[in-house]
Structure formats: structure tokens, C-alpha cells
């Protein structure tokens, strides 16, 4: 036999031998569905991935009483729902193709959260945060669940993470959001219900990395604000960067509620912030398919020193707008959980988490708490020398702890503004000076530091606000 013949046979027996092994892992499902996940209660949820094209699965989880087949698509991609029951477990769930099987275990059916933004969200042991080096002995909790999604960025949008879910123990809470811990804890002491936390943050980044870049193609003047993001070595400053890579992959799997904190890294952009929220909250329930509610938190006081203009303050007027203007959002307000106006990194996260847990406590599971909101400016009326003040959110009185209304100034028409007097008449305050015969416009709390001392009856702050929209 001739040396170019035993070649061809040798080529030939090859490619036998490869087209007759079996073909292995070619089931796979996205990383986030892994053992210890959390899965959205009493709804239809969304599984899904991959395995060669055309073939058959079979899927079974223990709450459901059914097995549901589903074939894959020429792609080799597949996609199913799954009817949830009430909350518990742990339960398995079995996925089976004809050579292939996938079980996950220790499931729970619960409530699921996903908590974005900077690094005011994403802080915690990591960063020798105090409130969480005190918690990590006692930190373990079965019933609360933790994803940690990957700092990293894309040009387009991702299908998969690289992340698992894992319980709640010491290890697993160090690297995790204190605000996302806190939240999950309180929830579910209240509630009993199996919480799981996404965590997906970012210190430094704008919110307009965590914004689909189609947003930006459509609305040229929020693109004329993300084109004055300053490029940095540290973090990705891209329209739709870590929406494609850290949430656009999340986006099939059910959620009940999103918790936001971010906006130091807009302050410089602060116009066009009211409706860059705005957009990034319709265009996050358009990907997932649901209109669920957005909580999020207001800028800190904090000494940005722009000497031009108080742009935190504008940008904080920005976020009082957004609170109002969509439905299923709300707002907590922090001017009081500031220890150091030097530090943006305030660090009283507890107390930001036990106010935005509130917010769902009574709007997502019927908890009776009065004043749960912080009250935001609603309108005003000029009566001869005083201005009076009426707020949104205001069921009992508005209280000051001290003798004096702080950080609260009057002007007239010459537009310059005097310390002024306020007494609180119910849930109204009447704003008035012995200097101003004639007054014009309110501000209240409106700089970058201020920390003033007006609160509603359940000791929540009165959000910073202006009556004008004069330019100085």
C-alpha cells in the first residue's frame, strides 16, 4: 500500500472516529441558573439556553406538577416558562436531553431585587465598611440569597454573565452591596419571604453606561450630555457598556423590584439627568418585560466645590422631578445620614437600606407605615410678606428637632437671597423676612453640603428644594 493511500485512509478513519464520538456538553444553561438560586414567586418565570439544534428537552421542577417539553430552535437556543408557586423550598430543578442532564439544587422560590448604580450601591466589607465588618460573624442566613455580577463591559449586549448564585454566609456578604445586604435582611425578617439580591454596580460610572446605547441613538440631546463624560482608566464611560454586559443578560429572568443609587458621577450633567432616568427606567421594564418599580436614592451632601453653580443641588432637583414623574418609583432622601460632607461615601448604608426597604414594604407587600416617604416640594403661594409651602407626601406634621428651620432663605424680585424665618403650620411651613417686604422665591437645603433639620412625622428629611428657576 502506497504511502499517499495509508495517508488518505489515516485522514479518513480520523474524521469517522470525531463524527462517531459523542458530543459532550452541549446542554448548558446560562450561569445565573445555578444551585442556590432564587427564582420569582407566584409568576411565570423564564428558563432558557442552549443545546444542539433541534433537540428535545425535557424540564421538571419540584414545585410544578408537570413536565414541559421544549425543542431547540435552529440555533441550538431554547426557552421556556415555568409557573411558581408560593414562596419556600429548597426545591431541584432537572433539565433533560436524550444523552444530557442539568439538576440545580437548593432553589427557592422568593422574591428576587436587583440592586445597580456606583459605588455609594456597591460598597461594603471589600471597602472595610464598618456596618458590614460588624455583621460578618453573624452572617448567615439561608433564606437570602446573593448574586455578585462581574465588573466588566461589552460593545453590545451579552447573553450570559459569568456569575453563580451562592447563600449568604460570611465569605460570600464581605465582596457584596451593604445596601443590598440590609435591604434583603430586613425584608426578609419582615416578610419571611426568600429574598435574592442581584448586585450589579460600579463606583465612578455615570448612568449612562447603565442605559442602553439605543437611547442615546434616538434622543440627541442626551447624547450631547453623554458625549461630556470624561474618559477614565478606571471605569467604562460608554452609553450602554455595563447594560450590555452586567444587566441586558438578566433581563429574561423575573425580578419584583429594582433599587438604584447613583449620581455623584452626574453632577457635572445634572440638565439632563430628569430625563436620562426617565428613559433608563422605561427602556430597563421594556427589556424585562415588566413595569416594575425603581426605588432609588438621592445624592448625599457632599463638598463637590463648584464655584460656578451648586450642581449637586440641581442635580438632587433633578431626582425630586424623576420621583414624581413616573409611576412605581419613589425616593429616599439621605441629608440627615451624612457624617462627613468631605467623603462621598457616607457611611450610615443600614439606614439608607431600612428607608428604601420601606418603600417596598408598604407598596410591594401591604405594610402599614405612615409617612414612609420623604416629602417633596409640591407648590406655593405667595400671601403678601410670607411665602407658604406645600409638600407632597405629608400625612402627619412636619417637625424641626431645633428651635430654628436651617438652611432655608427668601428673596424678591432682585433674585438675592436672605436667611429667612419658617414656622411649620401642620404640613405646610410659611416662609418669611423682616428684609424681604415683598418676597418671591424659597430655597430650601439648596447647596451641595447642606444637612437642614426639617423633617415629616416619621423622621425622614424633607427633600431639598427651589420655587425658582432663576439661573444664579
Known amino acids: ?13 480520523a474524521l469517522l472516529l470525531i463524527i462517531t464520538l459523542p458530543t459532550h456538553a452541549q446542554l448548558r ?3 445565573h441558573f445555578s444551585n442556590d438560586m432564587v427564582l420569582q414567586r407566584e409568576s411565570d418565570v423564564s428558563v432558557w439556553g442552549w443545546a444542539n439544534a433541534t433537540t428535545e428537552l425535557k424540564i421538571k421542577a419540584s414545585w410544578h406538577p408537570d ?17 411558581t408557586t408560593i414562596a419556600g423550598g429548597p426545591h431541584n430543578l432537572l433539565i433533560k436531553s436524550r444523552n444530557e442532564s442539568i439538576q440545580l439544587n437548593n432553589i427557592l422560590l422568593g422574591d428576587v431585587f436587583l440592586c445597580s448604580g456606583q459605588s455609594n450601591m456597591e460598597w461594603g466589607g471589600n471597602q472595610n465598611l464598618k456596618e458590614i465588618i460588624d455583621e460578618l460573624p453573624y452572617a448567615s442566613n439561608p433564606n437570602i440569597r446573593l448574586l455578585q455580577i462581574s465588573r466588566y463591559a461589552a460593545n453590545t449586549p451579552q447573553e450570559d454573565i459569568k456569575n453563580q448564585w451562592t447563600e449568604l454566609n460570611e465569605k460570600t456578604l464581605k465582596p457584596f452591596s451593604a445596601i443590598g445586604y440590609f435591604i434583603a435582611k430586613k425584608l426578609n425578617k419582615e416578610t419571611g419571604i426568600p429574598i435574592g439580591i442581584i448586585n450589579a454596580s460600579w463606583g465612578g460610572t455615570s448612568a449612562e453606561v447603565w442605559t442602553s446605547k439605543d437611547v442615546f441613538d434616538q434622543d ?28 441586558a443578560p438578566l433581563t429574561p429572568f423575573n425580578i419584583k423590584a429594582a433599587f438604584w443609587y447613583q449620581g455623584e458621577s452626574n453632577v457635572g450633567t445634572w440638565k439632563g439627568y430628569d430625563k436620562l432616568m426617565q428613559q ?4 430597563w421594564r421594556k427589556a424585562w418585560d415588566q413595569d416594575f418599580p425603581f426605588y432609588f436614592v438621592q445624592i448625599a451632601p457632599f463638598a463637590y466645590n463648584n464655584t460656578d453653580s451648586p450642581k449637586a443641588a440641581l442635580l438632587r432637583e433633578q431626582q425630586n422631578k424623576t420621583a414624581l414623574a413616573l409611576p412605581k418609583v419613589g425616593m429616599t432622601v439621605v441629608t440627615d445620614l451624612v457624617d462627613d460632607i468631605k467623603d462621598i461615601h457616607p457611611i450610615q448604608k443600614q439606614a439608607v437600606a431600612n428607608r428604601l426597604s420601606d418603600l417596598a414594604l408598604v407598596e410591594l407587600y401591604n405594610v402599614s407605615i405612615d409617612d414612609y416617604k420623604s416629602p417633596i416640594y409640591k407648590s406655593h403661594k405667595i400671601q403678601n410678606n410670607k411665602i407658604d409651602i406645600d409638600f407632597y407626601y405629608t400625612k402627619g406634621n412636619l417637625i424641626c ?9 427668601i428673596a424678591g424680585e432682585d433674585q438675592v437671597f436672605h436667611p429667612a424665618k419658617a414656622t411649620i403650620a401642620g404640613s405646610t411651613i410659611s416662609v418669611s423676612s423682616t428684609v424681604v417686604e415683598n418676597p418671591v422665591a424659597v430655597r430650601f437645603g439648596f447647596s451641595e453640603t447642606a444637612m437642614p433639620n426639617l423633617f415629616n412625622a416619621r423622621g425622614l428629611p424633607v427633600s431639598p428644594f427651589r420655587t425658582d428657576n432663576w439661573t444664579n
Not at 500500500?1 to 478513519?13: L, R
Not at 458625549?227 to 454586559?245: C, F, H, M, R, V
Not at 433608563?280 to 427602556?283: P, R, V
Open 1 to 13: 500500500m502506497s504511502t499517499k493511500i495509508k495517508t488518505i485512509k489515516a485522514i479518513v478513519y
Open 29 to 31: 444553561l446560562p450561569n
Open 67 to 83: 413536565t414541559i417539553k421544549v425543542t431547540t430552535n435552529g440555533e441550538g437556543k431554547w426557552t421556556t416558562k415555568i409557573s
Open 220 to 247: 440627541e440631546e442626551l447624547k450631547s450630555f453623554a458625549d461630556q463624560i470624561e474618559i477614565s482608566p478606571y471605569w467604562p464611560t460608554k452609553t450602554g457598556a455595563l447594560w450590555n454586559s452586567m444587566l
Open 280 to 283: 433608563m427606567i422605561k427602556s
Open 401 to 409: 428637632p431645633d428651635q430654628i428651620i436651617s438652611d432655608i432663605y
